[in-house]
């Protein structure tokens, strides 16, 4: 595992924050310029907890 330096660190603050507010990883993706399996990987690695699938707005199933 690398160590992390300060950059990175305020990056992986950054995202975490962001990430917890509602932003979706592609939405990170965006904003970075980084791959979606980065941003994954970094909001693991600061102890994220991870939404499930479909993120906040697949809370209830449409019938019809």
């Known amino acids: ?3 992390p330096n300060k950059a990175r660190e305020n ?3 950054e995202l975490r ?3 917890e507010d509602g932003a979706s990883i592609r ?4 904003s ?3 791959s979606y399996g980065s ?3 970094m ?3 600061s102890g994220t907890a991870m939404r499930s699938r479909g993120g ?6 449409r019938v019809g």
């Not at 939405?27 to 965006?30: E, I, P, S, W």
């Not at 906040?56 to 199933?61: A, D, K, Q, W």
């Open 56 to 61: 906040p707005n697949h809370t209830r199933r």
């Open 17 to 19: 924050d962001q990430y």
């Open 39 to 41: 941003i994954h990987s």
């Open 1 to 3: 595992m690398r160590k």
């Open 27 to 30: 939405k990170l993706v965006a």
């Open 32 to 34: 970075t310029g980084r």
């Open 43 to 45: 909001l693991r690695e």
């Open 11 to 13: 990056l992986l603050h």
